[in-house]
């Protein structure tokens, strides 16, 4: 089992720019692949972007804008978000799980682990 404990969600102006951070532990975190998924009111829960090892991938919707990176050093991935706009706000959850790639990450099978959540909220 594997503890995730995201932070860094806020409020900001469009075209501003945050940083998430995720916290993981419990298990070797190099095992696992990492990745952000969002959730708007109303909506269903939405792929992000996801790494492993050296593979990367984003939804189309964050490419260009959003960058993912992960210190297996210090058990971390991050989200560092450019550009944002009005319709990036969202719980973003941190999310992990093992013996999938990062292409695959985003088929919710119910072999995730999730963090609890942070709120970014872009302001036009």
């Known amino acids: 089992q594997v503890l995730l404990v995201e932070s860094g969600g806020g409020l900001v102006q469009t075209g501003g720019s945050l940083r998430l951070s995720c916290a993981a532990s419990g298990r070797p975190f190099s095992i696992y692949t990492m990745g952000w998924f969002r959730q708007a009111p109303g909506k269903e829960r939405e792929f992000v972007a996801a790494i492993s090892g050296g593979s990367i991938d984003y939804a189309d919707s964050v490419k260009g804008r959003f960058t993912i990176s992960r210190d297996n050093a210090k058990n971390m991935v991050y989200l560092q978000m450019s550009s944002l706009k009005p319709e990036d706000t969202a719980v973003y959850y941190c999310?992990?799980?093992?013996?999938?790639?990062?292409?695959?990450?985003?088929?919710?099978?119910?072999?995730?682990?999730w963090g609890k959540g942070t709120l970014v909220t872009v302001s036009s």
């Open positions: 999310a992990a799980r093992r013996h999938t790639t990062a292409q695959a990450m985003s088929v919710l099978d119910g072999m995730h682990s």
